[in-house]
Nanobody, 122 residues
Framework: QVQLVESGGGLVQAGGSLRLSCAASTRTFTSYAMGWFRQAPGKEREFVAVINWSGKSTYYADSVKGRFTISRDNAKNTGYLQMNSLKPDDTAVYYC???????????????WGQGTQVTVSS
């Protein structure tokens, strides 16, 4: 069982930056890939980025490529999502997820955090 707790959300102006953190409570953090997803009001949850267990492989949604960076610190059992050049369209609840699979579909992730709100004002 893996418990995930996100932090770092908030209100930021367009063009600004935020860094989200996802702390995992597990002794086998390196057994899991980590993903970030987001869900805006009235929309389906969408993939943002994923990182494999070692941090050497990452993949991004086209909408965030070049602006967001996913990373992890296995010594701290924590994953991160650095978000730069934020746009109002990035406004959503952001969720981190973990699974043994390196995947991009929400249904492939077995463990989820509670989410953190990111609001980008224009």
């Amino acid at each position: 069982q893996v418990q995930l707790v996100e932090s770092g959300g908030g209100l930021v102006q367009a063009g600004g930056s935020l860094r989200l953190s996802c702390a995992a409570s597990t002794r086998t953090f390196t057994s899991y890939a980590m993903g970030w997803f987001r869900q805006a009001p009235g929309k389906e949850r969408e993939f943002v980025a994923v990182i494999n267990w070692s941090g050497k492989s990452t993949y991004y949604a086209d909408s965030v490529k070049g602006r967001f960076t996913i990373s992890r610190d296995n010594a701290k059992n924590t994953g991160y999502l650095q978000m730069n050049s934020l746009k109002p369209d990035d406004t959503a609840v952001y969720y981190c997820a973990a699974d043994s699979r390196y995947a991009v579909r929400a249904n492939d992730f077995g463990f989820w955090g509670q989410g953190t709100q990111v609001t980008v004002s224009s």
